[in-house]
């Protein structure tokens, strides 16, 4: 017997949008390219999630597509992206209502080098404390799902070894910051790290700590 999925209610019809919106900002940014990376959104027990191998300026109102917490899809007919069981494990584990994977150049490349990104700067603290290095496994794998789940663990994001970035939030657009801010903090890390005979300063403990509760109450109330 055929499976029966639904239609989307009106949140997640909001939410289908303002995920499409944000995926295509990662590819206007340059932390994708053509496919590769994808951004879901937590709407009650429904994640909501690009599709597999769809261009997202080709994503429509009917192209949404929504599965469970299982994993079982239940909003449209398209596949769901092939890293499904990533973007799952995020929301079983934490509290996000959204999550943004990208395959940035410079987070990618700061991936091959180190188990943790250095504390560069003091945005580290918005992403809980320096940002650990998942190990490698091959994409869309329930291995690669745990290492990241570990990453994670006191943190909004996380390196994934020569693949790229994975940050969530209570909101996409949070997600999405703590996506663009991980790209430059990288930035500036392999910047830094590139003139000879120089080594760049790195932030105390004590140092992210007081930048954390900082950026807590940060912008308007």
Known sequence: MAE???DADGDEARAWAELVATARRTVADGLVVGTSG???VRVGDTVLVTPSGVPYDRL???GITGVDLSGRQVLGSLVPTSELPMHLAVYRTTGARAVVHTHAVHATAVSTLVTELPAIHYMTGALGGPVRVAPYAPYGTPELADHVVRALQDR???LLRNHGTLTHGDTLDRAYDR???L???CHVWLTASSVPGLSPSLLSEAELAEAGERLRG???R
């Open 60 to 62: 429509t109102p009917a």
């Open 179 to 181: 996506t663009a801010q």
């Open 218 to 220: 940060y912008g308007q």
């Open 156 to 158: 909004s994001g996380c």
């Open 183 to 185: 790209e430059w903090m």
């Open 4 to 6: 029966q999925r639904r």
């Open 38 to 40: 994808n951004v879901s």
